[in-house]
């Protein structure tokens, strides 16, 4: 696996020239996001369509 600072700069090597700081932490936080979700399903922690549709529901009552 490419270390995450690799990943980053690769990141960053890949934006527009003209990108700003916010720019560039919204892509990486939505890198780490991506991340962190395919590990819990990787992991196995996913709920089925069904039960996320209950939760919802309950919380819109």
């Known amino acids: 696996m490419i270390a995450i600072k690799d990943e980053v700069v690769k990141m960053i090597n890949n934006l527009p020239e003209e990108v700003d ?6 892509k990486i936080y939505f890198r780490q996001k991506v991340d ?5 399903i990787e992991d ?11 939760r919802l529901l309950r ?3």
Do not use: F, P
Request: glycine content about 8%.
């Open 21 to 26: 700081y916010d720019d560039i932490m919204a």
């Open 36 to 40: 962190k979700s395919l590990k819990q």
């Open 44 to 54: 196995g922690k996913v709920i089925t369509h069904e039960e996320a549709r209950g």
């Open 59 to 61: 919380w819109i009552k």
